[in-house]
């Protein structure tokens, strides 16, 4: 999706392994956000990040970790991963004013 | 804490009818957003809600915000397939903090 992109599309973990979901956006935007979507349960905010160097708790944070090093990127990193992480993760940058939130593709997380 | 919920959660319809999906939250805001997402795919904006009142159209999507009832609502007019979709309103704390948290969607099925 314009100007956002995310790695990687898929991936399939062990419980206990990690990994870290990569999100990039080149609108220069200071606001960016990582969302999980679950069958029946809507997107659910994991964190948020209003600017660079800050983040903040979402919905639900628990079992995940955030990075904002620069304004472009925006990474989400599962330490110990879960079978109840297995998920669909959005990043998205835009929002909380006039702009709506613009959404990457997507990465498709099995955890087994 | 906010809330937002979305009825429907699921719809059924025949083409040509009109109907209504309605948005709920729990606390004050002034900015509301409407997505779509196709099946398999990413979220796209539809509509961004920024004051009581205010009322937005595109093709045969209506959206409309009343912030006094706390009520968002997306009308579809004479219904036709390519509408089939799953909806999502967001709705966003504005300056007590920068969260923007989704409806669980509501599951369009427009039946030709």
């Known amino acids: 999706n314009a100007g956002v992109t995310q790695t990687p599309k898929f991936q399939v973990l062990k419980t206990g392994q990690s990994m870290t979901l990569q999100c990039a956006q080149d609108m220069n935007h200071n606001s960016m956000y990582w969302y999980r979507q679950d069958p029946g349960m809507g997107l659910r905010l994991i964190y948020y990040s209003a600017s660079e160097g800050t983040t903040d708790k979402g919905e639900v944070p628990n079992g995940y970790n955030v990075s904002r090093l620069n304004k472009r990127e925006f990474s989400l990193r599962l330490e110990s991963a879960a079978p109840s992480q297995t998920s669909v993760y959005f990043c998205?940058?835009?929002?909380?004013?006039?702009?709506?939130?613009?959404f990457g593709n997507g990465t498709r997380l099995t955890v087994t | 804490e906010l809330k937002v919920e979305q009825n429907p959660l699921f719809l059924s319809m025949q083409e040509g009818k009109n109907y209504t999906i309605y948005c709920n939250y729990s606390t004050t805001s002034d900015r509301l957003y409407w997505y779509r997402q196709d099946p398999g795919k990413s979220l796209e904006s539809l509509f961004v809600?920024?004051?009581?009142?205010a009322v937005k159209q595109e093709g045969r999507l209506m959206a409309s915000l009343d912030t006094k009832a706390r009520l968002s609502t997306l009308h579809i007019t004479a219904a036709v397939h390519d509408l089939s979709a799953t909806y999502f309103c967001?709705?966003?704390?504005?300056?007590?903090?920068?969260?923007?948290?989704f409806g669980k969607g509501t599951r369009l099925h427009i039946l030709p």
């Open positions: 998205a940058y835009g929002g909380p004013d006039v702009s709506p939130l613009h």
């Open positions: 809600l920024l004051s009581n009142g």
């Open positions: 967001a709705v966003d704390l504005m300056n007590r903090d920068d969260k923007i948290i």
